[in-house]
């Protein structure tokens, strides 16, 4: 969802918005279930139990960053350009960085648009958002995976006690954790989520004669909540891709690749494609929940591997330390 930038006729506009139940919300509710269920449905056997069982908490909990929005000025405007990224038509944020090379920072990213005399609150910042909600899920995995090794080991009552309490309070984490994900990797997959032209093309160069009309909220809701269903998303899934590299790269060519459907979707737009029961829109629009869907089980998985060898805590500490006989309790409860 994108309160602030959706283009709509002044404040008014957005307020109504907001008080429209569904209205408007990134993928809309339907969109943002099917990734968050479909992803963990897909996981495979070798990952928690505990995350193979969590489809339904999944798919609610893809939408609370939309559900979160209202709760005050201060909140929502620090928030909400977090949920997208202006790439122009050259896939460079606001005419600033391109997303082929985006800064290895949000700081150093505001200084580069403002460079061009941007920043990220109008820009937005999306990539950052998929790396640092990645960056949390991948640590709160390497805790559980020391409390398990440390479950392992023979203790008192009261050590126990306290390394299975915290046990369940981490597994809670990361259910927030992948929520917070789903989110952001499912709007990700929506091109007008990675795009200038995030509402109507817009008062720029329209040799197209794209429509200028909002589009927004009735393709990503109204459309996907009528057309799109969890069986054609399901069909639709690509196989896991470890793409061997690191998560900023990856996210980079996972938001440049949605961007190269901005001007496919707008042209279907124009050809009437997005009327109810026209295969061409609902295919598209299919495809492009079923790649949110796809990526976020991937990352998930890249995630639970990256949580090997991570080391959590103070002093820091790994499963592999643990298993090999270091005493975790320490590091986890704080020495202090």
């Known amino acids: 969802m994108r309160l602030s930038r959706l283009g709509w006729a002044g404040a008014a506009g957005a307020v109504a918005a907001l008080a429209m139940a569904g209205a408007a919300l990134a993928w809309g509710h339907t969109g943002h279930r099917d990734i968050g269920y479909l992803a963990i449905e897909s996981l495979p056997a070798d990952l928690p139990v505990f995350l193979r069982a969590s489809a339904d908490d999944i798919a609610e909990l893809a939408r609370e960053l939309d559900r979160s929005k209202g709760a005050g000025a201060v909140h929502d405007k620090d928030r909400d350009p977090g949920h997208y990224i202006d790439l122009d038509d050259n896939a460079r944020s606001d005419g600033g960085p391109s997303i082929d090379s ?10 580069a648009l403002g460079a061009v005399g941007s920043n990220s609150w109008h820009a937005g910042y999306l990539p950052y958002s998929i790396i640092s909600s990645w960056q949390q899920l991948k640590t709160d995995l390497a805790y559980w995976r020391v409390l398990n090794e440390a479950l392992k080991i023979p203790s008192t009552p009261d050590r126990r006690a306290w390394l299975e309490a915290d046990l369940r309070r981490r597994q809670a984490l990361i259910l927030s954790d992948i929520g917070a994900l789903a989110h952001y990797v499912g709007d990700g997959s929506q091109p007008l989520h990675v795009s200038l032209h995030y509402n109507g093309w817009g008062d720029f160069p329209n040799p197209n004669n794209y429509t200028r009309a909002a589009i927004h909220g009735p393709f ?8 799109v269903t969890l069986e054609a998303v399901r069909a639709a899934m690509s196989p896991y891709r470890d793409c061997g590299c690191p998560i900023e790269q990856r996210t980079a060519q996972y938001l440049r690749t949605s961007w190269t459907f901005v001007e496919p979707l707008y042209q279907l737009w124009g050809q009437g494609a997005f009327n109810n029961g026209d295969p061409r829109g609902r295919d598209f629009a299919v495809a492009r929940v079923a790649a949110g869907a796809s990526e976020l089980r991937d990352l998930i998985i890249e995630a639970w591997k990256a949580s090997e060898t991570q080391k959590v805590g103070w002093p820091a500490i ?3 330390d643990v298993a090999g ?5 320490p590091s986890l409860r704080g020495a202090d």
């Open 102 to 111: 985006l800064p290895p920072t949000r700081e150093a990213y505001e200084a």
């Open 220 to 227: 990503e809701g109204e459309f996907v909540a009528r057309n």
């Open 318 to 320: 790994n499963a592999q």
């Open 325 to 329: 006989g270091r005493d975790a309790i």
